[in-house]
Structures are given as C-alpha cells and as structure tokens.
C-alpha cells in the first residue's frame, strides 16, 4: 500500500483531533516501519489496518465508520493531487465508472508493483451504477467512504445498499439523489 495512504491517514487524525493522539495510535499499532511514512514509500496494507484498529479503540468509533470517513477525506486528497483525472467528468457515476479503465491504469504506469482492488461497473440509468468491488484487502468500508467522497465532490449526494458476495467481492448499488 503507498504511504500517501498512511501519510493523510495520520494527518486526518492529527486535524481531527490532535498530535498527541497520532502518537498514542502509532504507539498501540506499533507498526513495523515505526510509524515513519513517506508518501511515496510500500508498506503493508496490515500497518494500515493496524493504525485504524489503534484509532478505534482510542476514541470507541467503531473501524468501519473511521474508514468511510478516511475513505471521503482521502477521495479529496487525492483528486486535489491529480485534477486530471477528474478533468471534463461532469457526472459522479461516469468519475467511478472510469475508476479501472483510467485511472488504474495510470496508478500503474506510475507504480507497477501497485496491489488495487478491482472495479467492474454496470450503468444502471443515469442516476444508478452497480459496482463490483474485488480485493483480497476486505477494505469495503474504505471504498464506501471514497465513494461518498466522489458524490460529494460533485456536489450530489447518494444512497448505497451493499452486499457482501465473499471472496473480497462486495457489490455496491449507489443511488443518487438531491443535496437537501
């Protein structure tokens, strides 16, 4: 996993709340890169799991919630890195639609060896989009918080239903519907 995860996890953290909190989770996860991140740095998925676990159990939000919500906060993050990707997309489901055909595709230009979970999409109507999500990480509650954090990017909000079809597939069916 790329450290530009880990880097704007514990930058979340520290804006949410504070330093002293960023410590005590790196201290409880005690990850074996020691909590040293570089954006542009591998480490494995399971520090990352570990830091969230950590965080949970410091301020009793359960592990799902922390990753939907890193999950919109990292969407941000990332689209601010690379307007390019978003660039001539007007619609929130035609951005997710273009997830594996776009922009996987240049993650692994820039990063070969990158592990991404996989997406197939099927175009509902113009308001609803099935995805399919596949990754032997199991971090559907992060792709649910990076999903809400598109619909927001374009101004929209959205219901999503999950079901869990087992062996790291998770089908996601987002609805959109009006900013009240």
């Excluded at 993050?77 to 997710?96: C, M, R, S, T, W």
Aim: aromatic share 8%; net charge negative; proline share 4%.
């Amino acid at each position: 996993m790329k450290g530009v995860i880990f880097t704007t996890f514990l930058e979340m953290v520290e804006n949410k709340w504070d330093y002293d909190l960023v410590d005590r989770v790196v201290e409880k996860a005690n990850p074996p890169s020691g909590g040293s991140y570089t954006a542009v740095g591998t480490y494995d998925h399971s520090e990352a799991v570990s830091l969230v676990v950590a965080l949970s159990e410091e301020t009793s939000i359960p592990v799902g919630d922390l990753l939907k919500a890193f999950g919109e906060h990292l969407f941000g993050i990332l689209i601010n890195a690379h307007p390019q990707f978003e660039a001539g997309v007007e619609h929130p489901l035609d951005f997710l639609q273009g997830v594996e055909r776009y922009i996987h595709v240049e993650v692994r230009k820039l990063y070969p060896d990158a592990e991404l979970p996989r997406f197939d999409c099927e175009r509902l109507s113009n308001d609803e989009l099935l995805m399919l999500y596949s990754s032997v990480r199991h971090l559907e509650d992060l792709c649910e918080g990076l999903i809400r954090g598109c619909v927001k990017r374009f101004a929209r909000d959205c219901t999503i239903e999950r079901e869990t079809l087992g062996d790291g597939r998770e089908q996601f069916t987002i609805c959109l519907t009006a900013i009240e």
